[in-house]
């Protein structure tokens, strides 16, 4: 089935033209003046991009968030010992920020924990 549309302006009339004053036109937005000298590498640098974070094809267990490579924190507490790292190479969730750790970084921690009892066994830690 078609239909057929009709104009879609309202044109006035002349007479009522006249009389209806003109509805006030939205004023443009200016741009500014961009230097394109100043955006020219000096001495041979070579502009460079920000790399595109690199995403995970799967999606967060916890939120359904999209997963991209970064840091997050890891710290171990137990029998009176205390193991922080600030920043362990992970898949971080970009909404709720829950880690994903790749299995080399999780045998990393287990091998420092483990060093860490054999101190504690020993004595000295």
Same mark, same amino acid.
């Given at each position: 089935?078609?239909?057929?549309?009709?104009?879609?302006?309202? =044109?006035?009339?002349?007479?009522?033209?006249?009389? #209806?004053?003109?509805?006030?036109?939205?004023?443009?937005?200016?741009?500014? /003046?961009?230097?394109?000298?100043? +955006?020219?590498?000096?001495?041979? *640098?070579?502009?460079?991009?920000?790399?595109?974070?690199? =995403?995970?094809?799967? !999606?967060?267990?916890?939120?359904?968030?999209? /997963?991209?490579?970064? +840091?997050a924190p890891v710290c171990l507490e137990g029998q009176g010992y205390?193991?922080?790292?600030? *920043? #362990?190479?992970?898949?971080?969730? +970009? !909404?709720?920020?829950?880690?994903?750790?790749?299995?080399?970084? =999780?045998?990393? #921690? !287990?091998?420092?924990?483990?060093?860490?009892?054999?101190?504690?066994?020993?004595?000295?830690?």
């Open positions: 089935m078609l239909l057929k549309a009709g104009p879609r302006l309202y =044109v006035p009339s002349p007479e009522t033209a006249m009389n #209806v004053p003109a509805p006030p036109r939205p004023r443009g937005v200016l741009r500014p /003046v961009v230097d394109l000298d100043a +955006t020219i590498p000096l001495g041979g *640098q070579k502009a460079t991009l920000p790399a595109a974070p690199e =995403v995970l094809p799967m !999606r967060c267990l916890r939120c359904q968030g999209p /997963v991209e490579r970064g +840091t205390r193991l922080v790292w600030e *920043q #362990v190479p992970a898949w971080v969730c +970009t !909404r709720c920020e829950l880690a994903y750790f790749e299995p080399h970084e =999780v045998e990393t #921690v !287990r091998e420092a924990l483990r060093a860490m009892r054999a101190l504690k066994s020993v004595g000295l830690a």
